[in-house]
């Protein structure tokens, strides 16, 4: 009965010294961080998202204000001010899917209005000639979707 349960304690052993080094080898033939996520968005597409950002695709997007006289209109992404318009009249925003895009008007009382004058070609949304007016509000220029 001893002798039975040393085979057993072998085997066993022998199985999990494979299984770790088995286990190790797969991490380093992994080593290039190509781990992807799957999502199904609300109409039932499958997506592979990979799980580092260095993998993700960004994009551009161009914004111009239209009235000129309203520079600290600032822009927002994912809710974080990334520049205003004091500098020049246009912004080249660098995004990634799924980023929120705001416009940030509350420091006028009148109209601000905000227009997309440019997108990389990777951009499905927000779409060129875009317009957005605000006034003493954050609004939602829109979420990226890239192509």
Do not use: A, H
């Not at 968005?41 to 998202?49: H, P, Q, V």
């Not at 895009?101 to 997108?119: A, M, P, Q, W």
Request: contains cysteine; charged residues 25%.
């Amino acid at each position: 009965m001893n002798n039975l349960f040393n085979k057993i304690e072998s085997i066993i052993l022998t199985l999990s010294i494979i299984s770790l080094i088995t286990l190790v080898c797969i991490q380093f033939i992994n080593i290039k961080d190509e781990n992807v996520m799957s999502t199904v968005g609300y109409n039932s597409e499958l997506r592979f998202l990979p799980l580092n950002e260095k993998q993700f695709d960004k994009g551009i997007v161009v914004v111009s204000l239209v009235d000129k006289q309203y520079k600290q209109t600032e822009i927002l992404v994912n809710g974080e001010s990334i520049d205003d318009f004091s500098g020049s009249d246009e912004l080249q925003i660098q995004v990634y899917d799924n980023d929120l895009i705001e416009i940030d008007g509350t420091k006028y009382t009148n109209n601000v209005k905000v227009k997309v004058i440019g997108v990389s070609s990777n951009i499905e949304y927000p779409k060129l000639d875009t317009i957005i007016s605000t006034s003493q509000s954050i609004e939602i220029l829109g979420k990226v979707r890239l192509k």
